[in-house]
T-cell receptor
Framework: DAGVIQSPRHEVTEMGQEVTLRCKPI?????LFWYRQTMMRGLELLIY????????DSGMPEDRFSAKMPNASFSTLKIQPSEPRDSAVYFC???????????????FGEGSRLTVL | AQTVTQSQPEMSVQEAETVTLSCTYD???????LFWYKQPPSRQMILVIR??????QNATENRFSVNFQKAAKSFSLKISDSQLGDTAMYFC???????????FGKGTKLSVKP
């Protein structure tokens, strides 16, 4: 079974440009998460969806960041305009709700390394 | 709000020896889950082990085991017979079953030396 698929794996762009990161969760999972990893701040939750609906976007840094999940098999994280401080690794993860114990472990993609010059 | 603290930014261990990574957390909830994830240089986040708070028995996965002290809010990871492939960042994470997200500690960088 395929895992969480993210693209691109690496992105280098110039300040001011629009960046779109993509994620395909594991089939059957009803939760999708976007995390950002930096040396200074570690792993931070940006936003997560349940059944394609955004549940908590309090971690989204500012209006330059937006995320969508148009269907159960696809999500995007967009940064417009990008800034050098957005340079980080962005992870997408998915999980599923089990009636016995709720949600559990997250399954991560390989991450998208973004460099904004 | 829940917090997760890993007090050891870096550790090293000789191959074949045992090492313990520390993690403490803060929560007022009684039902929750704890995880250790491994992130090797390849960047992939890999689940190492999980523990349900309602279980008294400590979880074990081959060479990996935890020491879960609920009252002390402590969740340490023991790696026995360390191997070179264990070299990685290790993250402790906390989650509530009623919510989807996990809260991660800052990580411990483990180096296994030959």
């Amino acid at each position: 079974d395929a895992g969480v698929i993210q693209s691109p794996r690496h992105e280098v762009t110039e300040m001011g440009q629009e960046v779109t990161l993509r994620c395909k969760p594991i089939s059957g999972h009803d939760y999708l998460f976007w995390y950002r990893q930096t040396m200074m701040r570690g792993l931070e939750l940006l936003i997560y969806f349940n059944n394609n609906v955004p549940i908590d976007d309090s971690g989204m840094p500012e209006d330059r960041f937006s995320a969508k999940m148009p269907n159960a098999s696809f999500s995007t994280l967009k940064i417009q305009p990008s800034e050098p401080r957005d340079s980080a690794v962005y992870f997408c993860a998915s999980s599923y709700f089990n009636r016995g114990y709720g949600t559990g472990e997250l399954f991560f993609g390989e991450g998208s390394r973004l460099t904004v010059l | 709000a829940q917090t997760v603290t890993q007090s050891q930014p870096e550790m090293s261990v000789q191959e074949a020896e045992t090492v313990t990574l520390s993690c403490t957390y803060d929560t007022s909830e009684s039902n929750y889950y704890l995880f250790w994830y491994k992130q090797p240089p390849s960047r992939q986040m890999i689940l190492v082990i999980r523990q349900e708070a309602y279980k008294q028995q400590n979880a074990t996965e081959n060479r990996f085991s935890v020491n879960f002290q609920k009252a002390a809010k402590s969740f340490s990871l023991k790696i026995s017979d360390s191997q070179l492939g264990d070299t990685a960042m290790y993250f402790c994470a906390f989650g509530l079953g009623s919510q989807g997200n996990l809260i991660f500690g800052k990580g411990t960088k483990l180096s296994v030396k030959p």
